[in-house]
């Protein structure tokens, strides 16, 4: 990591240790918000893959999702920040960017409505459908959507997938949040009843699924990496026959384990923008060293892990609910063994 980068990291996390409502924090102080945002739409990204300038790159975004994963933090990045903007910029709509982007980077909260109740997020068959500009079904899943001021739909049409954009006011739209396993991360199901819509363009999928499982995987890493940490802490404080339980060979070789698990998927996720094909073995690899360490977190703490006071359950939650967003392991398994 560069300089610059380290500091980002240290800023994040002292921003959440201090901060117990951190989103409207991070795009003020921090500008997370904008770190996918070009720089010619008012945000901090570099424009382009060729762009020699200093903007902010998939490391710097990676890196907020990593600490924000260590926290398990409930805001909008991954919905809003990493998911909305990507389609939008794969739309090469200059003029959607032009009105769109400079809200997101503020941090307006946007949403991509894609998947069907299925959950493969599937890059060429979007579940909402298009007539011309009028769009109908239900889209499961939607990271933010309750809240969102900006929705984007991502739908089927006769030429391929393409984005549209929908009032989320409009009457036909409904919005209705789902209740799941993971209380830190808020999802919601959209339907669209004969909603018009503005068309943005033809959408890439395939790529926003490639940015959102990259940036997942880092907040992957980054949530196992606390988990064990924490894991480590009541090791050496929780005593048994005199002495501390951390201090059994066993237990040292278990922990020793989790640890390698933790550094390979840290190093897997950082790896996964540079393809499509490393950005699936993030996800596979990351998704069960996330769900390994926490099912040992609970195992390791004993009891209290299972109390509403303790967060171990909330990593163990998290731990399956990311495994399944953007598609199961296995489905990408798939895409690495083809």
Sequence with gaps: MTPEQDQLRAGVRKLLEREPEPWTALCAQIGVAALTVPERFGGLAAGSADDKGGGAGITEVQIVA??????????PFLGSAVLTTTALLT?????????????????????????????????????????????DG???????????????????????????????????????????????????????????????????????????CAVLAAEQAGAAARALELTVEYTLRREQFGRPIGSFQALKHRMADLHVLVETARSAAYAAPASSRLAAV???????????VAAEMIQLHGGIAVTWEHPAH?????????GQLFGPPQHHLARVHP
């Design 66 to 75: 990593e600490e924000l994963g260590r926290v398990l933090a409930d805001v």
């Design 138 to 212: 239900s889209a499961h899943y939607v990271l933010d959507a309750a809240e969102a001021a900006v929705l984007l739909v991502a739908a089927t049409t006769e030429d391929g997938p393409a984005l549209f954009e929908v009032d989320p006011a409009h009457s036909g739209v409904q919005r209705i949040a789902v209740a799941g396993m993971d209380e830190t991360r808020r999802l919601a199901t959209v339907t669209l009843d004969q909603v018009p819509a503005r068309r943005l363009g033809p959408v890439d999928l395939g790529r926003v699924r490639d940015v959102a």
């Design 282 to 292: 993030a996800k596979v690899h990351c998704s069960e060293a996330f769900a390994t």
């Design 91 to 135: 739309t090469s709509d200059d003029s959607a960017c032009a009105r769109l982007l400079p809200q997101l980077a503020e941090g307006v909260v946007g949403a991509l409505a894609w998947t069907g109740a299925h959950g493969h997020w599937d890059p060429q068959q979007p579940a909402v459908q298009a007539q011309g500009s009028t769009l």
């Design 314 to 322: 909330r990593y163990l939650k998290r731990a399956h609910a990311t």
